[in-house]
């Protein structure tokens, strides 16, 4: 039996998609986290934590640095949400265009009026259409393509920029989107500017005070990303300044409160219930996958290495990524007179992963040597359960 233990509100089509050699939430000493986008940055994380498996794409809630010392396997499942993001950035898109929440307010406060007869006298809400207009995405991954491709559909004139793209999500893109080959190439002339990139060092402040003078008189900013992509304290200042006409983000902090021309969402850009199965049964298929078979596939800290699993034991190694590893490995085998059916081995950056499939069951003694050898992480030894 593993047990799996979750964070946040997990939806229930996940819990239901484990298998019943799994129990979730029994105890704390979980095998697998099932997470959405709970802070682990302080988190103490137990001895047989073997797997942790977000459902959603953010991951700066991991300390990836201290889940690979501990020889934990990180995954997120990015994607899974993108098309609830961009359902929500086009209404925003709209919805800053007409002025939607300055309008739902005032006809809050006017609920007894005839309120249509104020627009024959007044046309502060008098808006603008999205057709011709143009917009500047920043990350075309899988939210940034989903709602460049929309926008589009909506006639809005699209230009993105994304320095780092994959030759994967490239072939999402319509080829109607103007390609800009720098940020200040994008924003200059859009009159909305979403951002969809993940938070890491060098995307903090990726939108400052610089990018913001950049952009044209009237532009309306939005940020789905996460808080500090952009700098809200520089966005409030070109909203004084009538530089801005509104901010919207998924994203609050004090400065962004009590505005008519900025809208906070509480970080609801994922929040369907469609995108909250999706991404829960992805990190189900994930943590029973890695549990059962120690196979990789799209980890976070560890390399793809995918071997079909027919011998009845594997032992699986997390491992430095340095020279004659996989030579003391197998002669910590040799010693024990165990014979090797299948190795295979791969690496990601500084950190290597080892499969080894076997006839006969690996002794506690063999587990305790390999683990002592240095510079190896963590060693599993899988019960092959077909
Ligand atoms: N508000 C919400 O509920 C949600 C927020 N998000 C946020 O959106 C981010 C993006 O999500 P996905 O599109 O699914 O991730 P993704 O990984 O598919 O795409 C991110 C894209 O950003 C690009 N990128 C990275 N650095 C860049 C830079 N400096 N300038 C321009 N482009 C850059 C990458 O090349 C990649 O194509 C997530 O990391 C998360 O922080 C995602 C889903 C829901
Ligand atoms: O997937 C993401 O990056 C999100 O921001 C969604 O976060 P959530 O799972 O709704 O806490």
């Known amino acids: 039996m593993y047990n799996v233990k979750t964070y946040n509100a997990i939806s229930p089509a996940g819990i239901d998609h484990?298998?019943?050699?799994?129990?979730?939430?029994?105890?704390?000493?979980?095998?697998?986290?099932?997470?959405?986008?709970?802070?682990?940055?302080?988190?103490?994380?137990?001895?047989q934590l073997k797997v942790i498996a977000r459902a959603g794409a953010g991951f700066n809630n991991i300390p990836l640095d201290r889940v690979t010392e501990a020889g934990i396997a990180a995954f997120n499942t990015p994607g899974s949400n993108a098309n609830a993001v961009k359902e929500l950035v086009i209404a925003m898109l709209v919805a800053s265009?007409?002025?939607?929440?300055?309008?739902?307010?005032?006809?809050?406060?006017?609920?007894?009026?005839?309120?249509?007869?104020?627009?024959?006298?007044?046309d502060r809400f008098k808006g603008t259409e999205l057709l011709g207009k143009k917009l500047a995405v920043i990350g075309l991954g899988h939210v940034g393509s989903l709602v460049a491709n929309a926008a589009r559909e909506l006639g809005m004139k699209v230009v993105g920029f994304d320095p780092f793209l994959s030759s994967d999500a490239a072939w999402h893109i319509s080829n109607q989107i103007e390609r800009a080959d720098s940020m200040k190439a994008a924003i200059k002339d859009a009159d909305f500017v979403t951002v969809h990139v993940p938070k890491t060092a060098e995307t903090t402040g990726l939108i400052g005070a610089e990018e913001i003078k950049a952009m044209k008189d009237g532009v309306h900013l939005l940020n789905y990303s996460r808080l500090g992509i952009v700098d809200n304290q520089a966005a409030v200042n070109a909203l004084d300044a009538k530089h801005v006409a509104s901010y919207i983000t998924d994203f609050g902090e004090d400065v962004l409160f009590n505005r008519e021309d900025v809208v906070v969402t509480p970080h609801i850009g994922?929040?369907?219930?469609?995108?909250?199965a999706n991404g829960s049964i992805r990190g189900a298929n994930i943590i029973m996958k890695y549990l059962e078979t120690g196979n990789v596939k799209g980890a976070l800290n560890l390399p793809d290495l995918n071997v079909p699993f027919n011998t009845p034991f594997r032992l699986t190694l997390i491992h430095q990524n340095i020279p004659n590893m996989v030579g003391q490995i197998a002669t910590k085998?040799?010693?024990?007179?165990l014979n090797i059916e299948g190795m295979s081995n791969a690496a990601k950056d500084k950190i290597a992963y080892?499969?080894?499939?076997?006839?006969?069951?690996?002794?506690?003694?063999?587990?305790?040597?390999?683990?002592q050898i240095n510079?190896?992480?963590r060693v599993r030894v899988i019960k092959n359960q077909k």
Do not use: C, W
Not at 111 to 118: E, N, Q, R, V
Not at 270 to 276: H, L
Not at 354 to 371: M, Q, R, S
């Open 270 to 276: 994922g929040s369907t219930e469609e995108a909250e």
């Open 333 to 337: 085998l040799a010693n024990n007179d």
């Open 375 to 377: 510079s190896i992480i």
């Open 18 to 47: 484990l298998s019943n050699q799994y129990q979730v939430n029994k105890t704390d000493d979980a095998d697998a986290y099932l997470i959405r986008s709970v802070d682990l940055h302080e988190a103490d994380f137990p001895k």
């Open 97 to 122: 265009a007409r002025h939607m929440f300055a309008v739902t307010n005032f006809s809050a406060q006017h609920i007894h009026a005839d309120i249509s007869l104020m627009k024959k006298t007044d």
């Open 354 to 371: 080892t499969i080894i499939d076997l006839d006969e069951e690996p002794t506690e003694d063999l587990v305790d040597a390999l683990t």
